[in-house]
């Protein structure tokens, strides 16, 4: 039973700061691509950031390169993206995926397991 569960969602004002966790279950960790996606209203959901191979390797999305950064927790088997410097376009429901084996991938049919999501909302 693998299960992903973010938290660290909240009401924020632009240039503020949130830590989002993503926390995994039911997985071997490192065995996983460990994905951000997020999705706005009316809009499709987007890739974030992303790591590979224990954090070695890391991708991000234009939109938070500079901005954002994704690490592990290891002791709580999580996943974290710290994002500083808000912007009220950065207001979306954020999801936590993962996907088996080593490739990245962008899209999220490629994505085997999907959290509940959690809400950043960035005020002007």
């Given at each position: ?8 969602g909240g009401l924020v004002q632009a240039g503020g700061s949130l830590r989002l966790s993503c926390g995994a279950s039911g997985l071997t960790f490192d065995s996983y691509v460990m ?90």
């Amino acid at each position: 039973q693998v299960q992903l569960v973010e938290s660290g969602g909240g009401l924020v004002q632009a240039g503020g700061s949130l830590r989002l966790s993503c926390g995994a279950s039911g997985l071997t960790f490192d065995s996983y691509v460990m994905t951000w996606f997020r999705q706005a209203p009316g809009k499709e959901r987007e890739f974030v950031a992303a790591h590979t191979w224990g954090g070695r390797v890391t991708y991000y999305a234009d939109s938070v390169k500079g901005r954002s950064t994704i690490s592990r927790d290891n002791a709580n088997n999580a996943v974290v993206l710290q994002m500083n410097n808000l912007k009220p376009e950065d207001t979306a429901v954020y999801y936590c995926a993962a996907r088996q084996g080593g490739i990245f991938y962008r899209t999220m049919a490629q994505y085997d397991y999907w959290g509940q999501g959690t809400q950043v909302t960035v005020s002007s």
